[in-house]
């Protein structure tokens, strides 16, 4: 399928069923703004879970916070943000257009004159006022990035855990930054979904942490289903690192328009600690009793973006195949992913075969998530489900009645397994399992 057929064909199909609308549509859409329909926000809620079960769950190292979005201008001063979270904003003479001079190759991309203004570093933070008084005192920002919340927490989390480096703190959030471009569905929006992770550890080790926290992080999308040749580890070119990173090796992924950024995996340094401990008086260094060391801790940050990643799962997953003559869309998420991973399909209206099917929607709702869909023919009922990729069907039919059993339709192969009801949650875990 041609590239520029995906995009169309992902928009569409997210619009049409009730993945990612555009925001405030019926009175014209809201500049690049969007919002999450049923099934998206149940698809990116399993994004942010499998991060989450991987990062902080299953390590006994790692633990999580959930910061506030309005912050402090202090932290954003003390951190360099104020200052230096900026792009280069040029405007084209001709139409008025304006753009991220780092993102044009000197040409307007929209009329194509060469007459642009020299660039100005444009702030990328949202200023709004906390309280009744306009005025510098009641200034506050838009968190940019969920980073900072763990910086300035560091302390009373590790006190509170009694946590030795290495340890890490973790949040996924939202985070606003008034980019000068946004675009390309929900590559880029001026509202977005971060999860991040600030992996604190003795200077010493930064590098070898920093190596495992690549290979960690690369596996996981890897994991979920991204094929190895749309997934690739770009390290930074020396003159491309922010100022605070020893290193950085981005995850990229195979967007239809090329390569682009799902995911950087920094070498920090101790700039962050080090600047809240000059800005606050607070020290913010490690005595580690063991060695007779006091150091302020190197940090390793995996920051990831969840909606941007759901977009290259949702990319990655979309496939149409000819059936019988007719194109079958499916969507081939990892069953992790999926909004839903079984729908109990009743082949008719009749009470009795509502009753059965209703009693499993029950039994397996408890656990998984469950569609119920009893319109139309069974054969739309499955391309319904193939398209927003349900891995599992499972069909009551009349025989149920009799053999107190279910068909198991697979979303991939389209085979079908009779499965006996009181067995169908552990098949089900059986096929899940793993995975
Ligand atoms: P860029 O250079 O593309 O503006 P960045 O390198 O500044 O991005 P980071 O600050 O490293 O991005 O943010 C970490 C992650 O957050 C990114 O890899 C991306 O997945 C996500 N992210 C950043 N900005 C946006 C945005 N405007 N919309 C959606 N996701 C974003």
């Not at 190895?228 to 090796?249: F, I, M, N, V």
Request: proline fraction near 6%; include cysteine; charge should be negative.
């Amino acid at each position: 399928m041609a590239d520029v057929d995906l995009m169309d064909k992902l928009v569409s199909m997210c619009k049409r069923r009730g993945f990612i609308f555009p925001s405030a549509e019926i009175y014209g859409g809201f500049r690049s703004t969007y919002d999450y329909g049923p099934l998206g926000v149940a698809m990116l809620r399993n994004v942010k879970n499998a991060w989450w079960t991987s990062v902080v769950q299953r390590r006994r190292d790692v633990v999580g916070i959930d910061a506030a979005i309005l912050s402090m201008p202090k932290i954003w001063e003390s951190s360099g943000h104020l200052k230096t979270f900026t792009d280069p904003l040029v405007d084209c003479r001709s139409c008025k257009e304006r753009w991220r001079e780092d993102q044009i190759d000197g040409r307007c991309p929209n009329c194509g004159s060469t007459d642009l203004t020299e660039s100005r570093a444009f702030n990328l933070m949202f200023k709004t006022f906390v309280g009744p008084t306009e005025d510098s005192a009641s200034v506050a920002y838009l968190r940019p990035e969920t980073a900072q919340g763990m910086f300035v927490n560091y302390r009373l989390v590790q006190q509170a855990l009694r946590l030795k480096p290495p340890f890490g703190i973790a949040q996924i959030g939202k985070s606003f930054r008034n980019e000068i471009t946004p675009g390309n569905f929900v590559f880029r929006t001026r509202e977005f979904e971060q999860m991040e992770l600030e992996f604190f550890v003795p200077p010493a080790e930064a590098k070898t942490w920093h190596e495992f926290w690549i290979q960690e992080r690369y596996q996981w999308y890897l994991n979920l289903g991204i094929s190895p040749e749309k997934l690739r580890l770009r390290p930074h070119d020396p003159d491309e690192l922010s100022h605070y990173s020893a290193g950085t090796t981005d995850v990229e992924f195979l967007f239809p328009w090329g390569w682009g950024e799902l995911e950087g995996i920094a070498n920090r340094t101790d700039f962050d600690l080090s600047a809240h401990a000059t800005g606050s008086g607070e020290d913010l260094s490690y005595y580690d009793q063991a060695s007779g060391e006091r150091y302020v801790p190197y940090v390793i940050e995996p920051a990831a973006g969840a909606t941007r990643a759901m977009m290259s799962f949702l990319l990655a997953a979309y496939d149409e195949e000819e059936v019988a003559g007719e194109i079958r869309t499916v969507l081939r998420l990892h069953p992790k992913l999926a909004p839903y991973t079984v729908a109990v399909l009743p082949l008719s209206k009749k009470p009795e075969l509502q009753g059965l099917s209703e009693q499993i929607f029950h039994e397996i709702s408890a656990t998984m998530s469950v569609d119920y869909d009893d319109t139309q023919s069974i054969g739309r009922r499955y391309r319904r489900q193939d398209e927003i990729g349900t891995p599992f069907c499972l069909t009551v039919d009349f025989e149920s009645l009799n053999d107190s059993a279910v068909t198991v339709r697979d979303r991939d192969t389209m085979q079908q397994e009779r499965v006996p009801i009181v067995d169908v949650l552990a098949y089900l875990r059986g096929r899940l399992e793993g995975l």
